[in-house]
């Protein structure tokens, strides 16, 4: 089992930068990567971002390619979201997941609860 837990969320200006972090317990390194995905009202959940724990390797959806990096801690079971430049399209909950290096939802098996991420116009 793995436990997720999202903090960092909130409300920001457009053009601005919010960082989104997960912490990961239980048994962490069962899963192969982490990902991030977002929902916004009236919309299917989408991929963000995916990072494997071992080789650090990424893959960012082209939607916030250049804007948003995710990162990891792996001393601190931490996966960080760094969302810059941020736009009024951005704003969803935020989820983090664990799974498998995938861009899909059924590459995870655990979910966090999710953070609100709102940005003003």
């Known amino acids: 089992q793995v436990q997720l837990v999202e903090s960092g969320g909130g409300l920001v200006q457009a053009g601005g930068s919010l960082r989104l972090s997960c912490v990961a317990s239980?048994?962490?390194?069962?899963?192969?990567?982490m990902g991030w995905f977002r929902q916004a009202p009236g919309k299917p959940r989408e991929f963000v971002a995916t990072?494997?724990?071992?080789?650090?390797?990424?893959e960012h959806a082209t939607s916030v390619k250049g804007r948003f990096t995710i990162s990891r801690d792996y001393a601190k079971n931490t996966v960080y979201l760094q969302m810059n430049s941020l736009k009024p399209e951005d704003t969803a909950v935020y989820y983090c997941?664990?799974?498998?290096?995938?861009?899909?939802?059924?590459?995870?098996?655990?979910w966090g609860q999710g953070t609100q991420v709102t940005v003003s116009s």
């Open positions: 990072i494997s724990w071992s080789s650090g390797s990424t």
């Open positions: 239980g048994r962490p390194f069962s899963s192969a990567a």
């Open positions: 997941a664990a799974g498998y290096y995938a861009i899909a939802e059924r590459g995870y098996d655990y």
